[in-house]
């Protein structure tokens, strides 16, 4: 960002000229105009103010084509579509209230807050540096935002949604998934779950620490691959320079590496230690060695169904040994006072792994087998159905009477109704659905050809929900290294 900075610090120095070139466009302009489309190369800030200085106070749409604008502000309140890609924007502020359609993309925008324009109902801001979006309005239907930084999207107050892509956010979580959302995109963005069975939805604190732990998991690996690959390289580069391969291996051991932190060369040392990735300078004196400290507890987990039947088996085990102590004990093989002991011991185990499976097998059967999940798949099978019915009452009665508004009506029932529960049913059959394709060589041996075989994969729970967490969840122990 500090290079598009300076960038933008030297246009506005060296070349702000938008704001005259925007006036001379405006002279040849009538009035009346609704659509303002301006495709000539801007560079700069440009203030909106002069048209209502001269008196265009009709402008509804303002299109700004690709150029070096720096900022822009004052546009008019009648203005309801706004684009203006492929330029050096970093924030939008002060924009109409009635604002209806947003395009920018391919900018440098590092958040987006919606409070001041609550009517808009498609935001296309792709391509940018966005790590937060705020007060999303309640109107929204489209929503594209691929290839940026977002870490959490909140829905909650966007009941009226039908499209999302956000692919290439590869640290984002989606909040209270609308049930109105009927184009979902998330490629490259392994956390987002977009099913509405909200007693499993974690809390924002919940996310927003899963989040900081792979930042700082993601940050850790980067150091370590980083400190791997130098040390790799000036080895190779000393062996291979070597007069002789005796001198080469010389001086291998006399290569000494880096702090990744400090720079000096004692090394780093990474570990894995007590479940926790560690990181911490290689100086073996207290007093010298830098403040590289880094520890990571990677959390206890397992595959839930593994444990499921892992206890359901020491369940069973106790369960046998706690009857054949008792049989014991009533044949007199042994003494009351010597099995008492025992007896007390694996009736505590008893309790404790029964309790554990019976937890374990709840959340088990909540995955696969959820009453709450069936009963949406049935309401929103019994919508469906309602909605075709009357879609097909609708045709019949168009093709009676020819009846262009009828005709709208059933296209809007479709694209606004029928297509939603559709893909709402579709979320709830099944975690996962996606097309895998294959490429393989086919077609006459004297003639080969490329052969593309699509598969379709589906899945009712991802991966993500299958592992059981047992002990600590994972997270941050402590990160401190120079910035």
Do not use: W
């Amino acid at each position: 960002m500090n290079i598009i900075e300076n960038q933008r610090e030297t246009i506005r120095k060296e070349n702000n000229t938008a704001q005259n070139e925007f006036m001379g466009i405006m002279e040849n302009m009538s009035k009346s105009i609704r659509e303002l489309s301006i495709q000539e190369i801007l560079h700069g800030d440009l203030d909106f103010a002069y048209l209502g200085e001269r008196g265009f106070n009709h402008v509804e749409t303002v299109e700004l084509g690709e150029g070096e604008i720096t900022s822009i502000k004052n546009l008019p309140e009648s203005v309801k579509s706004l684009t203006c890609s492929r330029n050096l924007l970093t924030t939008l502020e002060g924009l109409p209230r009635d604002l209806e359609t947003l395009i920018c993309e391919n900018n440098y925008l590092g958040r987006f807050d919606g409070a001041g324009t609550q009517k808009l109902k498609v935001l296309h801001l792709s391509d940018n540096k966005l790590v937060e979006m705020e007060n999303l309005p309640k109107d929204l239907e489209e929503l594209y935002v691929n290839n940026n930084q977002l870490r959490v999207l909140n829905l909650e107050d966007c009941p009226s949604l039908r499209t999302l892509h956000a692919s290439n956010n590869p640290m984002l979580i989606i909040e209270h998934v609308p049930e109105s959302l009927v184009d979902l995109q998330s490629e490259n963005s392994p956390f987002v779950d977009a099913t509405h069975l909200e007693a499993r939805e974690p809390t924002h604190e919940e996310n927003v620490a899963k989040l900081n732990y792979l930042d700082s998991l993601r940050d850790y690996f980067k150091l370590k691959a980083k400190y791997e690959n130098t040390l790799h390289e000036t080895r190779k580069n000393a062996y291979k320079d070597a007069a002789s391969k005796a001198i080469g291996r010389k001086l291998l051991k006399q290569i000494k590496p880096k702090c990744v932190n400090c720079r000096r060369p004692v090394g780093t040392i990474f570990e894995l230690k007590d479940e926790r990735y560690v990181a911490m300078c290689g100086d073996q004196n207290r007093a010298t060695k830098c403040n590289l400290h880094i520890e990571l507890y990677r959390g206890g987990f397992t595959n839930e169904e593994y444990l499921v039947y892992l206890f359901k088996e020491q369940v069973e085990t106790l369960k046998e040994s706690i009857v054949k102590q008792k049989l014991d004990v009533l044949f007199s093989y042994k003494s009351e006072a010597t099995a008492a002991q025992k007896f007390k011991k694996e009736i505590e185990d008893y309790n404790t792994d029964s309790s554990m499976f019976k937890t374990l097998l709840t959340n088990h059967n909540e995955l696969y087998y959820s009453m709450e999940r069936r009963e949406k798949m049935v309401e929103k099978l019994e919508k469906v159905e309602q909605l075709k019915t009357t879609l097909q009452r609708m045709m019949d009665e168009y093709e009676k009477t020819n009846n262009r508004q009828i005709l709208r009506d059933a296209i809007t029932i479709q694209i606004r109704q029928l297509q939603p529960e559709i893909e709402n049913l579709r979320r709830l059959k099944g975690d996962i659905m996606e097309m895998d394709n294959a490429l393989f060589m086919g077609g006459n041996p004297m003639e080969p050809k490329e052969v593309v075989e699509c598969s379709l994969v589906q899945k009712d729970v991802a991966l993500s929900k299958i592992e059981y967490t047992f002990g600590e969840h994972s997270r941050v122990v402590k990160y401190s290294a120079k910035k």
